[in-house]
């Protein structure tokens, strides 16, 4: 099987969609690729930060994770995305992220690439399932290869049986509903096994 460069992007205001992104960096290495953890960059105005407790501490303690690149796009063979919902759709700092990627489109260096999401809300009705959806869409437009999980494993049931991708419900003191970890490990190792089929046969 081909080594697989793995990024995992993600935006988080209060931590959730770090944490999947975390889990996800951890199955990555345990499964072999090497590992990449961006964030995108906060477009909010810091008064709106500031406003809020959870989402200023969280900003502080991930100071030091690096903004995503273009060049991290154009280095991976898989990319996993971690974003909470907002109102159905993405977070406007990751559809911002994706609309600056039109010059690596247009050479059809984001082809091939292997991709598989994950996503948040405050209920279990909040637009997880839209969300992934809506991130797959411009996928499609780069041409990539969606790895969503289906119902390959145990793990998805016990996550919530979200088959687009692992999804959580937070509550009011930030703790996931659900135990997602084997989720996102299963989702992780999956994605990355597609992306050694796809590099190995590009490769031969």
């Known amino acids: 099987m081909a080594n ?12 959730t969609n770090y ?16 590992v990449k953890l961006r964030k995108v960059e906060e477009l909010a105005p810091q008064t ?29 063979d898989a990319i996993i995305f971690s974003v909470p919902t907002r109102f159905g759709n993405l977070p406007a700092q990751m559809k911002q992220f994706l609309d600056t990627t039109g010059g690596l489109w247009s050479k059809g260096k984001l082809a091939n690439k292997v991709v598989s999401a ?22 499609m437009h780069w041409g990539a290869i969606i790895a969503a999980p289906g119902y390959t494993d145990q793990s998805i049931f016990a996550a919530g049986g979200n088959p687009y991708g692992t999804s959580v419900t937070v509550g009011q ?14 989702q992780a190792a ?8 796809i590099k190995q046969g590009l490769n031969n």
Do not use: C, F
């Open 48 to 76: 709106a930060i500031d406003s809020n407790p959870a989402w200023k501490k969280h900003m502080e303690e991930t100071k030091d994770v690096p903004v995503v690149s273009l060049d991290d796009l154009e280095w991976a």
């Open 19 to 34: 944490r999947l992104a975390r889990m996800a960096e951890q199955a990555g290495k345990d499964a072999g690729a090497e």
């Open 190 to 197: 999956r994605t990355i096994q597609v992306a050694g089929w």
């Open 118 to 139: 994950m996503s948040s809300a405050s209920n279990s009705h909040g637009g997880q399932e839209m969300t992934i959806n809506h991130l797959y869409t411009s996928m």
């Open 4 to 15: 697989v460069n793995l990024a995992i992007i993600y935006y988080s205001s209060t931590g």
């Open 173 to 186: 003191e930030g703790k996931m509903a659900e135990d997602a970890e084997a989720a996102v490990k299963h």
